[in-house]
T-cell receptor, first 115, second 113 residues
């Protein structure tokens, strides 16, 4: 079974702190994604990466950065956390095979609260 | 931009009923459509993946269909159980643009014992 793990299930931080969210997948997938999920807004893509050291902006990249130094690990960084970044953060991975994408597999999520 | 809609937003049924969840999308140029289940406060669990060339997929009591030309998918759950209570999300991957899923806002299902 594909396993996607996230470093924390719950996280509480203060405004202005630098926050790191870590995601690790064990299936050698090329593609990794960070989403945030908010009530009424659904899931929105923040960043994704299709290879080591490669990254692409999603729909809402402002206030976030990412790092992918190793294939299995994709980090989301909040440079200076703000209260409007309080949300559920979900990491996912998938593999590109030929003309279609395989399934996206999600981690358990990190519920971040910024005070 | 691709828009994905799920109707109804919430559904309550008595245990044992068969039910259908609906998903519609505006751009038929998709690679695949995926159905997920999400329990409160948890991540997403993949239920079924339908490639654009397929019409349906089945897993146990679940059957998902895809009509790409009309921009519709349905998830059929047979003989519903209280353990099926969750939010069900559909998502599509488009052939253009970013390599990501476009999600619907989900249908919250409650199966009453």
């Amino acid at each position: 079974d594909v396993k996607v793990t996230q470093s924390s299930r719950y996280l509480v931080k203060r405004t202005g702190e630098k926050v790191f969210l870590e995601c690790v997948q064990d299936m050698d997938h090329e593609n990794m994604f960070w989403y945030r999920q908010d009530p009424g807004l659904g899931l929105r893509l923040i960043y994704f990466s299709y290879d080591v050291k490669m990254k692409e902006k999603g729909d809402i990249p402002e206030g976030y950065s990412v790092s992918r130094e190793k294939k299995e690990r994709f980090s989301l960084i909040l440079e200076s956390a703000s209260t409007n970044q309080t949300s559920m953060y979900l990491c996912a991975s998938s593999v590109w095979t030929g003309s279609s994408y395989n399934e996206q597999f999600f981690g358990p999520g990190t519920r971040l609260t910024v005070l | 931009k691709q828009e994905v809609t799920q109707i109804p937003a919430a559904l309550s049924v008595p245990e044992g009923e068969n039910l259908v969840l609906n998903c519609s999308f505006t751009d038929s140029a998709i690679y695949n459509l995926q159905w997920f289940r999400q329990d409160p406060g948890k991540g997403l669990t993949s239920l079924l993946l339908i490639q654009s060339s397929q019409r349906e997929q089945t897993s146990g009591r679940l059957n998902a269909s895809l009509d790409k030309s009309s921009g519709r998918s349905t998830l059929y759950i047979a003989a519903s159980q209280p353990g099926d209570s969750a939010t069900y999300l559909c998502a599509v991957v488009g052939v253009t643009g970013a390599n990501n899923l476009f999600f619907g806002t989900g249908t919250r299902l409650t199966v009453i014992p």
